[in-house]
């Protein structure tokens, strides 16, 4: 049952029951109110009657005066009028003896009647018998019932439809409420609700319009971080076939050559033993240029030994390489928490986070001072609805260099990285010390591995 028909249905019953208990009202207070009205009107008539018999005294035919009095007295309301000689003949003494009778019936009315015995000089004429007659009392009140129950209806009738205008249009955001989130649930986040009708609703559909909104900003981030992961992926292959060929094929090339020379020198009846270890000694030199390049293709591939000797330990591992080949800048190198129990996605996130920020520092920085530091900040307040706060990965990356020298545009190497955070829901910052240099700053949630 719709909102709708639930508030008519309840208005129509609230107006018919109004109306029932103010005709109720009326009944109960009818009976103490007839019987002031019979009463008021039985001394009435009998006032009235005793001041027309007066000229009954001086009338030749007190009889025939008498008759033309009750006649005259038959059309009064709320009293019958009558003789005693009389009573009990004709129609309408009948109807009266009916109606009086389910009227008495009817909230147990009593009507009894009042004899005034008329005597004209000691001699008894006649007696008047004037009998209650609620019949008009009663007829007003169904009048007036009528009339209240015809008015209920018509003020019923005329409330129920404003009301029904009413609420449909207030109604009316609602079901435009309900098709957007339909259309919304169907992916269409770029619609807008009108935010019209009563201040809840308002509300309501400015919240919608927010949540779409915001659902139709995460879509197209998620659009654009799709498409700049397949950039990078595109671009990794093509850096690595790029390597492959610039650095493995002359090598292979080479290593070919030189086994040929070595083939043909040893088909001869007498070859030259010397050429041939100088030809060896080249394609091993050459094996090993191809096995330094294999690593380092393996290193841009799968961190070296980031399984075997966990975060810390790759991280330590690639700091003194950076250290070795690079003796004149020093690095200082700090872990913080038990980076090793994070999952195999974080640690990887945070290792090339530490890797590219390093390549960076050497390659843009030119400074004498290199800050790394590997955080995880395990925070066991009581947070919202008393549940922990959500662990956190802070990793920094700080040198005192020239900074950067256009900081509103990033390469290829810190898009992927923007790419990987935004990926596990981090936040990275890229900030200019006054003092110099350049500060690089991630935070990612720290997830572990299970069991």
């Known amino acids: ?23 109720a009202f009326i009944l109960i207070d009818a009976k103490p109110r007839m019987d002031v009205e019979n009463a008021s009107t039985m001394l009435l008539t009998e006032t ?13 035919d007190p009889r ?30 009948d109807h009266d003896d009916i109606e009086q009778t389910w009227l008495s019936r009817w909230r147990d009315l009593r009507l009894v009647p009042l004899k005034m015995p008329v005597e004209v000089r000691g001699e008894l004429i006649d007696t008047i ?37 009413i609420i449909n249009r207030s109604l009316s955001p609602v079901r435009a409420l309900r098709d957007a989130m339909r259309r919304m649930a169907a992916g269409e986040f770029d619609l807008r609700v009108p935010e019209r009708g009563p201040p809840e609703i ?4 400015g919240s919608l319009n927010a949540l779409a909104a915001a659902l139709q900003k995460a879509r197209q981030d998620n659009q ?19 390597e492959l060929h610039d650095e493995l094929g002359p090598y292979l090339f080479s290593i070919r050559t030189d086994g040929t020379l070595v083939a043909r020198e040893l088909e001869k009846s007498g070859p030259d033993i010397g050429r041939v270890r100088g030809l060896n000694g080249q394609i091993l030199s050459h094996v090993d240029l191809l096995q330094q390049t294999n ?12 399984s075997e000797l966990g975060l810390s330990g790759a991280l330590r591992a690639m700091v003194e390489m950076w250290r070795r080949n690079n003796s004149a800048v020093n690095i200082e190198f700090s872990i913080d928490g038990s980076v090793d129990t994070l999952d195999e996605t974080t640690k990887l996130t945070v290792y090339r986070i530490v890797q590219e920020g390093l390549t960076n520092a050497f390659r843009h920085s030119g400074g004498s001072l290199i800050a790394v530091n590997v955080s995880l900040q395990r925070d066991t307040a009581p947070g919202v609805n008393g549940k922990p706060m959500q662990d956190m990965v802070n990793v920094s990356v700080r040198d005192n260099g020239r900074g950067r020298k256009d900081s509103s545009s990033d390469g290829f190497g810190l898009k992927a990285m923007r790419e990987r955070v935004s990926a596990l829901a981090g936040s990275l910052s890229i900030s ?14 720290g997830a572990f591995r299970s069991g």
């Open 129 to 165: 018998v004037i009998t209650p007659k609620p019949s008009d009392e009663f007829g007003e009140l169904l009048e007036a019932i009528f009339q209240i129950f015809q008015w209920g209806v018509i003020i019923s009738a005329v409330t129920l439809a404003l009301t029904y205008f």
């Open 432 to 445: 200019l010390p006054s003092g110099g240099g350049t500060d690089l700053r991630v935070s990612l949630p």
């Open 64 to 93: 025939a005066a008498l008759l033309r009095l009750v006649g005259e007295l038959k059309n009064l309301r709320h009293a019958s009028v009558s003789l005693a000689s009389q009573k009990g003949t004709g129609d309408d003494s």
């Open 48 to 60: 009235l009657i005793h001041s027309s018999l007066l000229p009954l005294k001086d009338s030749n």
């Open 202 to 205: 308002k509300s309501i559909c």
């Open 1 to 23: 049952m719709s909102i709708q028909l639930r508030l008519n249905l309840a208005i129509g019953l609230l107006s018919g029951l109004g109306l029932a208990c103010m005709i």
């Open 295 to 306: 690593r380092r293709v393996l290193e841009r591939l799968t961190p070296p030994g980031l």
């Open 224 to 242: 654009r971080l799709t498409g700049n992961m397949i950039l990078i992926q595109d671009q990794e292959r093509r850096d690595i076939a790029r």
